[in-house]
């Protein structure tokens, strides 16, 4: 028969053991290192996209991996607390690319036009000369 003491030693034991393995699951300082360069890069595209429609998705789904990250690691998960920082990281980075994208493209937009008025210029200079 199980007395009452037996049956709070258990139960004391139990919580014991939980905490043990609590504090075996702490969260390396290489999944630390690597949020805190996801933080980085996520400050650096948004620095980089600015108010650019280009990439504010990616940016935003950065900045919620990154919260995540965050969230995971003060609760000492360090797998979901790598995964959503390595999340981050790449959605950051997609961000930027988009943003330098959208900007290269405007500047093409900007090249072609100013080479179709050169030719339209040209065109009619030498229109006007043969007459």
Same mark, same amino acid.
């Given at each position: 028969? &199980?007395?009452?003491?037996?049956?709070?030693?258990?139960?004391?034991?139990?919580? +014991?053991?939980?905490?043990?393995? $609590?504090?075996?699951?702490? /969260?390396?300082? /290489?999944?630390?290192?690597? /949020?805190?360069?996801?933080?980085?890069?996520?400050?650096? @595209?948004?620095?980089?996209?600015?108010?650019? *429609?280009?990439?504010?998705?990616?940016?935003?789904?950065? &900045?919620?991996?990154?919260?995540?990250?965050? $969230? @995971? +690691?003060? &609760? &000492?998960?360090? *797998?979901?607390?790598?995964?959503?920082?390595? +999340?981050?990281?790449?959605?950051?980075?997609?961000?930027?690319?988009?943003?330098?994208?959208?900007?290269?493209?405007?500047?093409?937009? *900007?090249? +072609?036009a100013s080479i179709k008025t050169l030719r339209e210029e040209t065109a009619r200079g030498v229109v006007a000369s043969d007459q």
């Amino acid at each position: 028969m &199980k007395t009452p003491i037996f049956r709070a030693g258990l139960a004391a034991l139990g919580a +014991l053991a939980l905490g043990v393995v $609590a504090g075996c699951s702490s /969260v390396s300082p /290489v999944t630390k290192e690597r /949020v805190a360069r996801s933080e980085t890069t996520v400050q650096q @595209a948004e620095q980089t996209v600015g108010r650019s *429609e280009a990439g504010a998705i990616e940016l935003q789904r950065a &900045k919620d991996h990154l919260e995540q990250a965050r $969230a @995971a +690691l003060n &609760k &000492k998960q360090a *797998e979901p607390a790598e995964r959503h920082a390595q +999340l981050a990281q790449l959605d950051a980075e997609l961000a930027v690319a988009k943003s330098q994208s959208a900007s290269a493209r405007r500047a093409a937009n *900007e090249l +072609l036009a100013s080479i179709k008025t050169l030719r339209e210029e040209t065109a009619r200079g030498v229109v006007a000369s043969d007459q």
